[in-house]
């Protein structure tokens, strides 16, 4: 009996693999859920269905939330989401595969099979290493975040600063964007050393996991020098960066707001971490469609946060500038990048695409008093799981609640991820085309 349920389980991580990885997050999903309906974990009656929102909205690390979490929840209640916070961002998987393998599990094979599908884990990196380089790099930089933001916080006058800091440093640096504030951060956006911390955070969190390792490996000189999948996702971040800087600059020029906040809002809407200096609704139009197009691209491969991903963008951009100049080879800074890899990238703006007309139609349809602009702007906040809002999420019906929160999962899955979980996996694929079909960076050598 034994062996027939751990051949069965075996077949399912086997055949359909990121399908399992929805299961793991929907059953943290339960988890969560379950225990913010603890009456130890309210201050004040909450609805079931804003329980599932603000437990699906912790568990994607989106930061959309139906309720002042402040206000509604004790403090363990606000543990509990922050717990959902960092378990969806180093991966829920990677706390799975952590507690299993440290128990010599039967399926430490499956579950590394499973790493590489959420994380793209390199295959050449031992699974408990993986594992202990992003734990360690997470407390690290969190620790150091929560210094920092507890001391700012105190010296604004803020009373459980400790608390607070570690908090808003777990939410900054897993891209969340949940806050014990009312209004994210807006009552101190005066204080250019809370922006610019809450910056380096989610910036960090946005890089990803894998281009830190390899900067750590080359300072220590175990490696001659940084990885060139690195050296991509570096100069990706820093194009957004001196884009951002650009169009704060323009902003400033042309509309007489704030540079330092502008820019603010463009890194939170391009990390998806989501937090805000003021309200967007101040906000012109033509800013708000780029923080839109910025929310769409969202981060890095290997990071935290949600969206196409930077290098499926800068693919896609590539393949045009290719088909334009009538190349036959679409490269990324002089490297060839493989056709499946051009085909993922397309598949994810298309599927994207598709779940963002089609979520936005239903909502439009359930919500007749909403205007088209603030609810596309949900939508993508949700999918891209950003966690930006124009100041419609607190009104939204059971309905469209219960909609936003499952776009805010399948983001955190990611749509081609969660696509792929309706179809079985062709034996012996997963190490061959899953690592480039999810998020790792695949290139060819060019004999060019």
Known sequence: MKKDFVKLIKKLLNDYPHFCIVLIFCSYLVIGVALLEMPFAKLQETSLVNSIFNAASAISTTGLMAENIAVKYSLWGQIIILALI???GIGTLSVSGFVLSSKRSIFDKEIEDLTISEWAKPEEIPFSIFLKRI????????TAGTVALSIIFALEGESHYVWKGLFHAVSAFNTAGFSLFEGSLTHMSHNPFLAGTVLILSITGATGFFFFGDLYLSIKKIKNHIGYNSSVIAGITGIFILFAVLV???????????????????????????????????????????????MVIGASPGSTGGGIKTLNF???INAVRSTLFRKKKVKIFGKKITDLRVKSALAALVLYLFLLCLSLVAILFLEKNLIFKDVLFEIISAISTVGLSLGITESLEDSSKLIISALMLIGRVGILAFSLSL???????????EEEVEDELAFEEDDS
């Not at 400033?252 to 805000?276: D, R």
């Not at 062709?426 to 085309?433: A, E, P, T, V, Y």
């Open 135 to 142: 734990i360690l790099f997470s407390f690290f930089v969190e």
């Open 248 to 294: 704060s600059f323009l902003t400033f020029y042309m509309e007489g707001s704030s540079f330092g906040v502008n820019f603010f809002h463009l890194i939170s809407a391009q990390t998806t971490v989501g937090f805000s200096l003021t309200s967007l609704r101040e906000a012109s139009p033509g800013f708000l469609t780029i923080m839109m197009i910025l």
């Open 314 to 316: 800068f693919t896609l």
């Open 86 to 88: 960092k378990l969806g």
């Open 423 to 433: 179809t079985k996996k062709k034996s012996g694929q997963i190490r061959k085309i």
